[in-house]
């Protein structure tokens, strides 16, 4: 179902296109246009329902963050949102909400593809004290983000996989 939603509102583009992680693709997954979607919102928001684990919710800005949000609806658990960089201002941190050291944050993103990402937004969380276990994504691109996060005894769970997307 998620699938043909993505497919439906034009999120998986064809063509030459340059990654996050410098890699070329054929194809690409846009999340933050089907995020736009409420209905494609709340099933993404649903399927990671089934898979938290954790007393909070974590995404990285700028396209992890109404996934995160959307997580924190469904699930009633509170949620962090990881800035890229400290922010100049203000606190100077790079997270926005509150947890207590020690906590189960359950992390989310929209795409991985070498998990390089990912990786960044457990070891902010980690370095602040909480424990990071899992993390959730819509579409694995399958490109090594799964051993990357396995490397650091991170669980990678996707929602859809490149693989069950690309197949036709």
Do not use: Q, W
């Not at 410098?22 to 979607?37: C, E, Q």
């Not at 922010?87 to 991985?112: A, L, S, Y």
């Amino acid at each position: 179902m998620l699938k043909e939603m993505l497919e439906d509102c034009g999120a998986i583009k064809y063509g030459e296109f340059t990654l996050t992680s410098g890699k070329k693709s054929n194809y690409y997954v846009d999340i933050k246009l089907a995020s736009t979607r409420p209905d494609i919102l709340k099933k993404i928001a649903e399927g990671m329902n089934e898979k938290v684990d954790g007393e909070k919710i974590a995404g990285m800005e700028l396209g992890a963050v109404p996934i995160a949000t959307a997580a924190a609806l469904e699930s009633g658990l509170p949620f962090l949102m990881v800035r890229k960089e400290s922010k100049g201002h203000g606190t100077k941190g790079r997270i926005e909400g509150t947890f207590n050291e020690g906590e189960t944050v359950t992390v989310v993103e929209d795409v991985t593809t070498t998990g390089g990402s990912a990786v960044e937004t457990v070891e902010v969380l980690r370095d602040m004290g909480a424990e990071v276990n899992r993390v959730l994504v819509v579409v694995d691109r399958e490109e090594g983000a799964e051993e990357k996060l396995d490397d650091i005894d991170v669980e990678l769970m996707p929602l859809v996989t490149a693989s069950e997307l690309v197949e036709d």
